[in-house]
């Protein structure tokens, strides 16, 4: 369930790219692409690949034309995206890419060499748009990539392919992950180049145990035929994991030996310990609350534990902290000593640690550390994001990596949503800039002065229109909630609007941001506002704002219930607003969202009159192991067990009242259908009345097929205005 397009933790896609633009990256990890000085960087443009100045905007070298992309008698390459070697003369290409589950991490790969002038296609005897995650060795002179399952090098100048696994299968996954480990922990590429170019670290996922979900495919041939998944729901063993290193040139393969239970154990981050003799990786035990750091000797297996973590709840990935990448590993010191942030204290800090396990704390005081964005070394500085004052924005601070007083980099006279790219000399960044009512803005700066260099000059767009307002609510509990409200256009204060609320609720997503898109509804065909609807929503306990762990992990094993009162409480006071009709209230949400529209609606029909839920988990014991488990804990035995029940949407259907469209995908490989389903035999027990729109072999975005986002957006737009009629009274 975590956030990028879509997943099950579904924010609509507008709000989803705005929120995480400056991060953005696809799984083949593609960022900008920087020049080795810093200044310059490179980007394709379709069948190009152009070298720009930061410095210059008008500066701009073609550095691999069309042409030089034509294979003999075949169309250009289409540059999804691209790689260059460390020493700038071989560029791979990433081309012909195929769907799997969520990202296009299958297709083909070609080498453009720039000193001989030659383009060649690697992995061209494998099956077309198999090759994953191919990379150049450091030297130079191989590529490595995935195919099928196994692991294969190519020798660059005599094209001489290798295959370094042998056993990969649709269940023994070599060199990447199954769907669990991409779903939950942003896992996909799973090999790593030695820096002597001499040897691969891997992963082996083994699914072999790990029951199969089978979804029905009915629309896609005559006869319908299963799509089976491996999906190890709560309470199932997860897929087992092990780490293997296999020397290039002879092939032996050393295994790893990591102490514990392969399949009761995680490993969701594992790379070269800066040198090519040792790797480093984290384990987690199956509950998540539980870390330790490993390093593991190449020569002959061993692993020794160098750092050891507990929380009561749960503890967060880097993926969390790195904009959903959990690759790379922050080394300083050369190598002596790495950066590793943690919630032990309260709050997201960053730490260092040397190999010994000693650790020093940098970042001290009452906030946390939304994102680590670059450890500038030749300076002696770290840059991360941060917001210690509003929790609803993000904004530039530094901090010496010896530790000290944050400062603030951010210029004060721009409050919202801040995103960086910093180039790796640290005195450059693609900045932009947004918020709710200001649309994103792009510029270039020179750090540590933020100094406009090129781009649009940033500039807060004051004389917005109906601008969407924030507020905090308290309930009868004393939780403090912030909440973004969009009023009709030409309000009246006088007359009462129904009522809209937006939900997500769960700790994948936060829904208030001062952002731009922040207020808008992907789903509704026309305008909100000029139709009369007064819509909101509200961040509750649980959600994933920078308001320290606490509030973050107040959740835990409480999901379905903790945030199911805060909204509720929420929206009774904001009943009591003069301007709010009670008796037009409404609710919606995709996925999370869903489940928690549902409960909504079922725990609380007093005060939620319409509600849309969309691919909502209405029985938490069907969705994945990780993610549930991570937050709820995992379910051993019938006392474990009821607390997944307890807030499980399913448990008080037979209390629906209000008016209820629910809408899923039969093949949703996420939140499977037999969550609809389930929910729809409890409905019909009860006699409870109710619409139901379900999109045949639709995933979890429901948008596949001619006319389905515009069908949905029109469906859902019509059943809000039919049950929960717009304008003032």
């Known amino acids: 369930m975590n956030i990028k397009i879509y997943r099950s933790a579904f924010i609509p896609t507008l709000f989803l790219l705005l929120m995480f633009s400056h991060q953005a990256t696809n799984a083949q990890g593609r960022r900008t692409h920087w020049a080795t000085d810093g200044y310059q960087y490179y980007r394709s443009g379709g069948a190009e690949i152009d070298e720009l100045d930061t410095r210059d905007a008008s500066k701009k070298t073609v550095l691999v034309t ?66 994953m995650f191919a990379k150049l060795s450091p030297d130079g002179t191989k590529a490595a990539y995935v195919s099928e399952h196994n692991v294969f090098t190519e020798d660059l100048a005599t094209g001489t392919v290798k295959q370094l696994t042998n056993d990969g299968s649709t269940t023994l996954i070599n060199g990447t992950f ?6 939950e922990f942003d896992c996909r590429d799973g090999f790593r180049w030695s820096p002597d170019s001499h040897s691969i670290a891997y992963w082996q996922i083994n699914a072999a145990n790990t029951k199969k979900y089978l979804m029905l495919n009915t629309t896609d041939s005559i006869y319908p035929y299963v799509v089976p998944v491996e999906y190890p729901v709560a309470g199932e063993d997860p ?5 293997a290193v296999v020397d290039v040139s002879t092939g032996k393969i050393t295994w790893i030996n990591v102490p514990g239970d392969t399949k009761q154990h995680y490993i969701p981050r594992m790379e070269w310990a800066a040198n090519s003799n040792e790797i480093i990786l984290e384990q987690l035990n ?25 929380d009561k709840a749960w503890i967060d990935g880097k993926s969390r902290w790195n904009g959903g990448d959990p690759t790379g590993w922050e080394w300083i010191n050369k190598g002596k000593d790495f950066i590793w942030v943690s919630e032990k204290d309260g709050w997201r800090h960053i730490y260092k640690i040397d190999r010994d396990g000693k650790e020093t704390l940098i970042t001290k005081g009452n906030y946390d550390v939304i994102t680590l964005d670059l450890i500038d070394e030749a300076s002696g500085y770290l840059y991360f994001m941060a917001s210690p004052d509003n929790a609803t924005q993000k904004y530039l601070y530094r901090i010496k990596i010896s530790g000290g007083k944050a400062e603030r980099v951010t210029p004060a006279d721009e409050p919202g949503t801040h995103g960086y790219e910093i180039s790796p000399n640290g005195k450059i960044a693609l900045h932009n800039f947004s918020n709710i009512y200001t649309p994103y803005q792009s510029e270039v700066i020179s750090l540590p002065d933020h ?26 509990d004393g939780v403090e909630m912030d909440g973004w409200m969009v009023k009709p256009t030409n309000f009246d204060p006088a007359k009462k609007y129904p009522v809209v609320f937006y939900v997500y609720s769960e700790p994948a997503g936060a829904t208030v941001t001062d952002s731009y898109g922040t207020g808008m509804n992907g789903e509704y065909v026309g305008n909100m506002a000029n139709d009369g609807y007064i819509y909101i929503s509200l961040d509750n306990r649980g959600t994933p704002a920078p308001k320290g762990s606490e509030w973050r992990k107040s959740i835990y094993k409480k999901i379905g219930i903790v945030n199911i009162e805060d909204q509720a409480m929420g929206a009774k006071e904001i009943m009591k607003w003069s301007f709010v009709d009670s008796t037009r209230v409404a609710v919606w949400g995709w996925s999370g969202g869903g489940s928690c529209t549902l409960n909504l609606m ?27 488990e991570r937050y709820m804990g995992v379910p051993i035995d019938d006392a474990s067990r009821a607390v997944f029940i307890k807030g499980s949407p399913i448990t008080y259907a037979k209390n629906l009242k209000g008016n209820l469209l629910y809408v899923h995908g039969t093949g949703d490989d996420n939140v499977h259908y037999k969550n609809a389903e389930m929910l729809i035999n409890e409905l019909v027990k009860y006699n409870r009345q109710f619409q139901l729109m379900s999109y045949p072999n639709r995933s979890h975005g429901i948008y596949e097929g001619p006319g389905t986002s515009l069908h949905l957006r029109t469906l859902y737009t019509q059943y809000l205005k039919d049950h929960c009629p717009p304008g003032g009274r």
């Open 451 to 476: 100094k406009h260099l090129s781009g649009t000059e940033i500039k807060v767009k004051e004389d917005a229109k109906n601008k969407p307002e924030f507020f905090k609510v308290k309930t009868v």
């Open 286 to 310: 199956r509950a998540q609350n539980e870390s330790k750091i490993f390093v593991g000797n190449v020569s002959n297996g061993t692993a020794r534990v160098i750092h050891e973590e507990q």
């Open 178 to 183: 199954d769907w669990a480990y991409e779903e």
């Open 66 to 131: 069309k042409e030089m992309l034509t294979p003999a008698g075949k169309q250009p390459l289409s540059v999804a995206n691209f790689f260059i070697s460390d020493d700038g003369t071989k560029i791979l290409i990433f081309t012909n890419t195929k769907r799997v589950w969520r990202y296009n991490t299958k297709g083909d790969y070609w080498v453009y060499d720039l000193t001989a002038k030659t383009l060649k296609q690697i992995g061209k005897d494998r099956p077309a748009s198999s090759l």
């Open 602 to 628: 079922f725990q609380h029909p007093e005060i939620y009159k319409t509600g849309i839920a969309v691919a909502a988990v209405g029985w938490q014991l069907t969705y994945d192991n990780i993610y549930q």
């Open 239 to 243: 897929s087992a994991c092990k780490i």
